[in-house]
């Protein structure tokens, strides 16, 4: 499955993005349209209705024909991370707005998260676009 990454409109101002993006619940929602367009599908078995309850941070989609259970995130480049989806939003725009690119450095100030994790999280990020960009 492709890693669908986020993808934001050129030119997006920061106070934009922040009104689009800037909870949980909206990222999940973007999330949500983008790997199930036109509703949601059971991995498992096809089946097109599911109930939805939270464990933890992250909402999980029971089917409700065979009750496999999913998430938003099974799938992306976010599968394993524990990191707030408002944290890689803003890392996927800071990284795909600048002209120059990002280093590591200003992802860690500009997220408050540490080094390494804002390493990881960049390198994720651009393996994913380069990706993208191959299936193209
Ligand atoms: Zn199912």
Redesign the pocket.
């Known amino acids: 499955m492709s890693i669908n990454p986020i993808q934001f409109q050129r030119g997006l101002s920061l106070p934009d993005f922040l009104s689009q993006y800037g909870t949980e619940a909206q990222c999940e929602s973007a999330l949500e349209k983008v790997r199930w367009r036109d509703g949601f599908r059971?991995?498992?078995?096809?089946?097109d209705h599911?109930t939805v309850f939270r464990r933890g941070q992250q909402p999980l989609y029971q089917?409700?024909?065979?009750?496999?259970q999913t998430s938003l995130r099974v799938g992306t480049l976010f599968q394993a991370s524990k990191l707030p989806l408002t944290t890689w939003f803003l890392a996927i725009y800071l990284i795909t707005q600048a002209k120059n690119g990002v280093s590591a450095l200003e992802l860690m100030r500009s997220l408050g998260i540490s080094w390494r994790a804002a390493w990881r999280l960049k390198h994720k990020i651009l393996r994913a676009m380069l990706e993208q960009e191959a299936d193209r």
């Not at 089917?63 to 496999?68: E, G, I, K, N, P």
């Open positions: 059971c991995p498992q078995c096809g089946h599911c089917c409700s024909a065979c009750h496999h």
